[in-house]
């Protein structure tokens, strides 16, 4: 098992920013990628960023590329997610998620094994 906490959510203006954080831990030998997602009522849960755990490489969605930063710190089990120039669209409950399984498909959510409880992102305009 391994558990996820988020923290670093809230309520900013739009072209503010805000840092969640992700800590890990458990059984976390073998993580291979991390990710966050999102989710608005009535709607599916979206792919946010997601990173490959060994090599560091990133990954995005198009509508937050060039505003959003996702970086982990192995040492601590902890991802981040740094969102800059924040829209109202961001509006969300974000999630981290994260998998053990070689090849995950990062932007695919049934591709992760573990879920945090979700954090509360609101952007007003």
């Avoid at 990954?59 to 829209?87: C, P, W």
Wanted: charged share 20%.
């Amino acid at each position: 098992q391994v558990q996820l906490v988020e923290s670093g959510g809230g309520l900013v203006q739009a072209g503010g920013s805000l840092r969640l954080s992700c800590a890990a831990s458990g059984r976390t030998l073998g993580t291979y990628v991390m990710g966050w997602f999102r989710q608005t009522p009535g709607k599916d849960r979206e792919v946010v960023a997601a990173i490959d755990w060994s090599g560091g490489s990133t990954h995005y969605r198009g509508s937050v590329q060039g505003r959003f930063a996702i970086s982990r710190d192995n040492a601590e089990n902890t991802v981040y997610l740094q969102m800059n120039s924040l829209k109202p669209e961001d509006t969300a409950v974000y999630y981290c998620a994260y998998s053990f399984k070689y090849g995950t498909r990062w932007y695919e959510r049934g591709s992760y094994d573990f879920w945090g409880q979700g954090t509360q992102v609101t952007v007003s305009s």
